[in-house]
């Protein structure tokens, strides 16, 4: 989609968080245990928070992402890089 729509200067990217510490996060990974599972992975050590994510998809909304385009915002602390 990045590719086609391009000319027409309409940006295409995506965000992609890991766990998000939601109403549904904090529900299904309060138990120290069982986030201890994930968090080992997560170079970070922590999930992230709504807003962490809302600030990604500000900044690609914003004009000073204007050349971003194909692109996809990982927003993991580092769990992809393992």
């Not at 940006?11 to 299904?28: D, E, I, Q, S």
Request: proline share 6%; hydrophobic share 45%; glycine share 4%.
């Amino acid at each position: 989609m990045a590719l086609e729509l391009a000319p027409y200067n309409i940006r295409v990217n995506t965000v992609n968080p890991t766990l998000v510490m939601t109403a549904m996060g904090k529900a299904n990974w309060s138990d120290p245990d069982k986030a201890a599972t994930l968090r080992v992975k997560i170079p970070m050590d922590r999930f992230a928070e709504p807003c962490e994510v809302v600030d990604s998809i500000v900044f690609l909304l914003s004009d000073r992402s204007a050349m971003t385009t194909g692109s996809a915002v990982v927003i993991d602390g580092g769990y992809h890089i393992q």
